[in-house]
């Protein structure tokens, strides 16, 4: 009798560790449509979603009942509060012999022109690196122009390189007078999209309008200050801080049978600039860990606790994930990992483990090497929400997708659904499929100890 009930006891533990075979999962995800769905009702139902306005808090109403309906456990929303800035119009003429209009948009929380604009002439630079080194004197009241082009780059490093332009930029310009300033995007397209992002005002900094103007209106704007005449413009532009507002972080688990195994964090960020309707920034990551998490629930139990955020404010300062940061760094975290670089196939695999569990990195490797994706000795850094607490010693593996297209369309208009593959779509989700299912069965410990590259 005893006998029996022991064996009953076991019985779940037994089911939870069989069914979790990462190869099979991975191979039924490669048919994966659930993802789609999330992203094609999100994209269509709630559209833009910019962080602290009335389009994210619906946007999080919808996860929670979409969540829900998936079956997930613990749904909720932790909601935390921030400063909102709205975008107004946004105009921009060049003046003069060659009068025409100019394709812009405003970066995050550019200040605002008056109504009919402000005019001034254009002084241009090549760099962050020349108008630092530029006088204040030949600054004051004009509107600066840094041209500074992006190129493309597999794993996106040219973001980071080229950010200053739009962080640093913007600050530097108001510090010297300047009246506005208007960068190059920080993209690597070629159509009539600006492309915006967040900056903002360091100490001492009061703002001034500021804005990108796309990769052929900056084009023009260099030709026409080729010709040796002073260029001219006419900017409007009717941004506005509407004070505090709420945001906030909506969390969904897969309980695990093992509490003291840690918790595999995993998740993209719901909100999205306001432009397009944030399909591949951030929709599919959204789509494609709640899709893969969805594959380890249905397959039964696993040992560790899968936690799925959809971060709140990425876009305006990583705001979400500082609030979870906050509230749960002191929980037992195995693994953090969000997907936040779009919708393409996925091509490496980072790893940043304590040493303890090269094995798991090795299996990983082995159950993605069939999808096309390659072991890097770069260590991972986890995705932008969860970045503080991997910095801070939570193990993480990042799943690098194919950046090459990526800021083609990130942060313009042009971010909307039909840019995304359904196939490709699929091969992420058999990625973190597969990743899940090594992580949250597997034996060896994850929490605590320096977590590394682990390279072969
Ligand atoms: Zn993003
Ligand atoms: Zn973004």
Same mark, same amino acid.
């Given at each position: 009798?005893?006998?029996? @009930? =022991? ?29 789609? +769905?999330?992203?094609? +009702? ?33 749904? #909720? ?10 975008? $107004? ?7 003069? $012999? ?40 030949? =600054? ?62 360091? +100490? ?27 260029? @001219?413009?006419?900017?409007? !532009? ?31 960020? !719901? ?6 309707? $944030?399909?591949? +920034? ?9 899709? /893969? ?10 040992? #560790?606790?899968?936690? !799925? ?9 990583? #705001?979400?994930?500082? &609030? ?10 195995? !693994? /953090? ?31 993605? &090497? ?52 359904? #196939?490709?779509? /699929? ?30």
């Amino acid at each position: 009798m005893l006998k029996q @009930r =022991l064996a009953l006891l076991a019985l779940p533990f037994l089911v939870a560790a069989a069914p979790h075979d990462a190869e099979k999962l991975r191979d039924a995800a490669l048919k994966d449509t659930v993802a789609w +769905d999330i992203v094609e +009702d999100l994209t269509t139902e709630i559209g833009p979603r910019l962080a602290g306005t009335e389009a994210e808090a619906r946007a999080r109403a919808w996860a929670v009942a979409r969540l829900k309906a998936m079956g997930f456990a613990n749904v #909720r929303v932790e909601e935390f509060d921030m400063p909102v800035w709205v975008r $107004g119009e946004e105009r921009a003429e060049v003046l003069g $012999g060659n009068p025409q209009p100019l394709a812009l948009t405003a970066l995050g929380n550019s200040g605002a022109t008056p109504p009919q604009g402000v005019e001034a002439e254009v002084i241009a630079f090549d760099s962050v690196a020349e108008l630092t080194a530029a006088s204040a004197e030949r =600054l004051r009241g004009k509107i600066v122009f840094v041209t500074h082009r992006m190129n493309k780059a597999q794993d996106g490093s040219s973001y980071g390189y080229f950010g200053p332009v739009r962080r640093l930029a913007p600050s530097i310009a108001s510090q010297k007078g300047a009246a506005a300033i208007v960068i190059r995007s920080l993209g690597t397209d070629n159509h009539r999209f600006p492309h915006t992002g967040n900056q903002s005002w360091s +100490d001492g900094a009061q703002p001034i309008p500021a804005a990108a103007l796309s990769n052929p209106d900056a084009d023009q704007l260099e030709r026409l200050i080729k010709r040796g005449k002073p260029v @001219r413009l006419r900017l409007v !532009l009717t941004p506005r801080q509407v004070g505090i507002g709420k945001s906030g972080n909506v969390i969904a688990e897969v309980p695990g049978t093992d509490p003291r195994a840690g918790i595999v964090l995993v998740g993209g960020h !719901l909100d999205s600039w306001d432009l397009g309707t $944030g399909a591949i +920034d951030d929709g599919a990551g959204v789509a494609i860990t709640a899709a /893969a998490a969805k594959r380890i629930m249905d397959a039964g139990r696993p040992k #560790r606790t899968i936690r !799925l955020v959809w971060f709140g404010a990425e876009e305006v300062g990583v #705001r979400g994930g500082e &609030a979870y940061r906050s509230r749960h760094s002191g929980e037992p975290h195995a !693994l /953090a990992s969000e997907s936040d670089f779009g919708a393409d196939r996925i091509w490496r695999v980072d790893f940043a483990l304590p040493p303890a569990a090269k094995a798991v990195a090795d299996r990983i490797e082995a159950a993605l &090497a069939p999808l096309g994706i390659a072991r890097s000795s770069v260590q991972a850094r986890g995705g932008p929400d969860v970045g503080a607490l991997v910095a801070s010693g939570v193990p993480a593996v990042t799943l690098q997708q194919d950046g090459t297209d990526y800021f083609d369309l990130h942060h313009t208009h042009d971010d909307t659904l039909d840019k995304i593959d359904p #196939r490709k779509l /699929a091969q992420n989700v058999a990625a973190w499929t597969a990743m899940l299912a090594v992580v949250a069965n597997a034996p060896e410990p994850l929490v605590g100890g320096a977590a590394q590259s682990l390279p072969k």
